[in-house]
């Protein structure tokens, strides 16, 4: 290990993630993350390469957004980062578990995300299938862990959320529902909105909802949160499909003409994005308003909604 | 509901499991099992066929060994047979998640499954992944859940042990495993029990564990079943051998020429069986001894193991 527990407790809360520019917070946490991970996931476990697999989906670059939500939230509440590391490594992994099964072949076939090869390609088909499965599964483990939250109830609660916002009521489901969509010839406004509440909304609800179960937060506040990631879920859908218009792909680095684009990729008919519902310039002004929306739903925390309040804004000005 | 909890409570335990002919017991536990995962798996959830898929693989026939000994091992220590139908169905649903997604053409690239068409054969890939995928997340929802237990700690424990088992150190592992040494010439006899062990034995000895969590037995007892459900899993593994050896696929149909068996499925090297191995006549003497063996890991429990020695009996002397 590279430092030990003592040694990040001396950076607290307010020194780490509140007296500094955003960017740097967010930096922060993830590069915790990323180290907590890695941790996880022995390098030498077994001869096999299903480790292998799930440490290069896992450890590869990514916003970390979903476990900046929950830990930004309990810090909120007084939780230590270092406490939060368990649970925002188990969001990371179910959100990482399901960009490796969406990439597969029979899914959205993608060759590429975050600029890399994605798992199916790097390996194959069912090792992909796998470690998307171990990823999961380790999720719950974590979170069942004592050493996640010491009381159980608290560990239930994080798992009864997670679950339900990953399952088939969840996200699971919204990705059924793509799938059944891009069948149709339109999509009205209102399934949009469904599909991108259960695909990434959802997820996103839950990441805020365990950094306040972390915290003991009031039903009253969790409701609050609950609402302001609602609103973000949307504004970071809007936010991609804008990029995407402009040519830009979530998460990848620049293309250049010597990274190699599948051939054999089937031309699947992609949903209707908000831009095409909306027109770009409707679309800008919706991602605004859900800005402001999901920034006033903070309104009660006062500076304590610092790190969501910019994250708000970090969603919708980022440039990938 | 075609019958109330109040109705249920009066077939108690002693009258369901234990003073009938152990085939009744089985056959009494998987009908009580498959009307819980029914009422669990909504018919009319939303417009998707996400769960119309997951009930699919479900509710189809299947011998619920796992449940079984998960019931069974949880009634020795006085547990309501009630009590215990969200656990089983957790693990029933971990198991079906397991064939759904090894049947995947990636995978084993199976057409049939308990004699009706494989998940991915009668819906589509994309949809047997999802619907794995949501039966995973379906497993660790409901084991949170309070009417799963009232005690949350009993809950974690739990949810820890059925992870453990299936993820990357356990089942996940195994599938792994035996998909690597399908590229290699020949499987040591040591790595081919390994591989039985984590694909096969982890689930089993996870089963008996959860009946034993649900029961409060002492770590004495625990690993006593735990040994217990080892050798049943490996006896299991070599009894689909040696029927597989005799032409009979474990939990198929009789097939006959109507049935249509894909055309398209790759010629694939399959794991050399333990008859391949020992040889038939060796197989069914090591078949033997680990019947005898499983059920002397039953010893102290005296009359209370009756039904776990019975299965032992009907694991080892099954027809398919």
Chains 1, 2 share one sequence.
Do not use: W
């Amino acid at each position: 290990m590279g430092y030990g527990r003592q040694e990040l407790r001396l950076v607290s809360i307010k020194e780490f993630m509140l007296d500094r520019p955003f960017q740097e917070s967010l930096f922060a946490c993830s590069i915790m993350l990323q180290k907590h991970m890695s941790d996880l996931l022995p390098g030498d476990f077994s001869d096999s390469k299903l480790v292998e697999a799930m440490r290069y989906c896992v450890l590869s670059d990514g916003k970390r957004i979903r476990p900046f939500l929950l830990m930004a939230t309990a810090n909120m509440f007084g939780v230590e980062t270092l406490d939060t590391l368990n649970a925002a490594s188990a969001i990371e992994f179910i959100h990482v578990y399901s960009l490796v099964h969406d990439d597969l072949p029979a899914m959205d076939d993608d060759d590429l995300r975050r600029g890399i090869k994605t798992c199916h390609n790097k390996y194959d088909e069912a090792t992909a299938v796998l470690a998307g499965d171990a990823l999961l599964t380790y999720a719950f483990e974590l979170l069942s862990r004592p050493d996640t939250h010491q009381d159980a109830a608290t560990r239930c609660d994080l798992i009864n959320k997670v679950a339900l916002s990953s399952g088939f009521r969840g996200m699971a489901g919204g990705q059924m529902m793509d799938l059944e969509k891009q069948d149709q010839d339109e999509i009205s406004n209102e399934d949009l909105a469904k599909l991108h509440r259960l695909k990434t909304g959802e997820l996103f609800m839950a990441s805020v909802e365990a950094g306040a179960i972390l915290g003991r937060a009031s039903a009253a506040d969790r409701t609050s949160l609950r609402n302001y990631a609602h609103d973000l879920g949307l504004a970071f859908q809007i936010k991609d499909d804008i990029l995407d218009h402009q040519g830009v792909v979530e998460g990848s680095i620049e293309l250049d003409e010597t990274i190699h684009i599948n051939p054999n990729k089937k031309a699947k008919t992609e949903n209707a994005s908000i831009v095409d519902v909306l027109g770009i310039d409707n679309a800008r002004i919706r991602l605004k308003m859900l800005e402001e929306q999901a920034i006033a739903r903070l309104k009660g925390f006062g500076d304590k909604a610092k790190l969501l309040r910019e994250l708000a804004e970090f969603v919708v000005e980022r440039k990938r």
